[in-house]
């Protein structure tokens, strides 16, 4: 487990109870300039942060409640990262209302870099409210509070130049349906990057009927198709045109 000890030099409450702290690194490092991490001392707690000054190992994070201690300890893993492109013309970010704390240190960072970038906060919220508010003062006109739909979507992305890239931040059913609109649109997959919250179901597709069924535990090799009722072996194969793993007619 990497552990990251650090010292809080200042705190203070953003909304709600969102708070944010400049914090100086005793011990351990970030494994990058921006990501997401878990304090040790609270059950999944969600801390979210992005490199200050590097030489002088200060970063800032963004996490729920207030922190008692003047430490605050750490841990990250590295298959859950933030990885941000580096190679666009523009750059959209997709934000589902869900993953407020790792999007609030992304688009901190993103400020502090000469990137063209637009946010779109998924939000079911008609009114004003303090997070998108938040966002809004941050951004100006690179940012717009959207509700989801598909139709809303397609006319998004219809409308961007050659050279845009996507950065696609919530939970996996939501930014599974824009990655689909993308493509049909002509997006590649070098094109858009996912990163999914929560728990992602599988799809398994079948050699038989063609229709979809869920994927059973990962342990298991072997299902039946809930469309036809056929015997299916599992493989390990994923096709990213059906976003799905490919299901053989068991013998």
């Given at each position: 487990?990497?552990?990251?000890?650090?010292?809080?030099?200042?705190?203070?409450?953003?909304?709600?109870?969102?708070?944010?702290?400049?914090?100086?690194?005793?011990?351990?490092?970030?494994?990058?300039?921006?990501?997401?991490?878990?304090?040790?001392?609270?059950?999944?707690?969600?801390?979210?942060?992005?490199?200050?000054?590097?030489?002088?190992?200060?970063?800032?994070?963004?996490?729920?409640?207030?922190?008692?201690?003047?430490?605050?300890?750490?841990?990250?893993?590295?298959?859950?990262?933030?990885?941000?492109?580096?190679?666009?013309?523009?750059?959209?970010?997709?934000?589902?209302?869900?993953?407020l704390i790792e999007s609030l240190a992304l688009?901190?960072?993103?400020?502090?870099?000469?990137?063209?970038?637009?946010?779109?906060?998924?939000?079911?919220?008609?009114?004003?409210?303090?997070?998108?508010?938040?966002?809004?003062?941050?951004?100006?006109?690179?940012?717009?509070?959207?509700?989801?739909?598909?139709?809303?979507?397609?006319?998004?992305?219809?409308?961007q130049e050659i050279g845009t890239r996507l950065?696609?931040?919530?939970?996996?059913?939501?930014?599974?349906?824009?990655?689909?609109?993308?493509?049909?649109?002509?997006?590649?997959?070098?094109?858009?990057?996912?990163?999914?919250?929560?728990?992602?179901?599988?799809?398994?597709?079948?050699?038989?009927?063609?229709?979809?069924?869920?994927?059973?535990?990962?342990?298991?090799?072997?299902?039946?198709?809930?469309?036809?009722?056929?015997?299916?072996?599992?493989?390990?194969?994923?096709?990213?045109?059906?976003?799905?793993?490919?299901?053989?007619?068991?013998?």
């Open positions: 487990m990497n552990i990251i000890k650090c010292e809080i030099l200042q705190e203070y409450k953003i909304f709600d109870s969102i708070y944010s702290a400049e914090v100086k690194v005793e011990q351990g490092a970030f494994p990058n300039e921006v990501g997401i991490s878990l304090a040790t001392n609270r059950l999944n707690s969600l801390v979210s942060y992005y490199v200050l000054s590097g030489k002088d190992r200060l970063f800032r994070l963004f996490y729920h409640s207030r922190h008692d201690s003047p430490f605050i300890e750490l841990t990250f893993n590295y298959d859950q990262q933030l990885l941000i492109p580096t190679s666009f013309k523009k750059l959209l970010l997709f934000i589902d209302k869900s993953c688009i901190r960072y993103l400020t502090t870099k000469s990137f063209n970038c637009y946010v779109y906060f998924m939000t079911e919220m008609d009114r004003e409210d303090n997070k998108s508010l938040y966002f809004q003062d941050i951004l100006g006109e690179q940012f717009s509070k959207i509700s989801f739909s598909n139709d809303k979507i397609n006319q998004i992305l219809h409308s950065f696609l931040l919530g939970k996996w059913s939501i930014v599974e349906d824009i990655e689909k609109v993308a493509k049909v649109i002509g997006f590649t997959d070098e094109e858009i990057d996912i990163h999914g919250v929560g728990e992602k179901i599988d799809h398994i597709f079948c050699a038989k009927c063609y229709q979809f069924s869920i994927k059973p535990d990962p342990l298991h090799d072997e299902t039946t198709c809930s469309h036809c009722q056929i015997k299916l072996d599992v493989s390990n194969h994923f096709s990213k045109r059906l976003n799905a793993y490919l299901g053989y007619i068991h013998v």
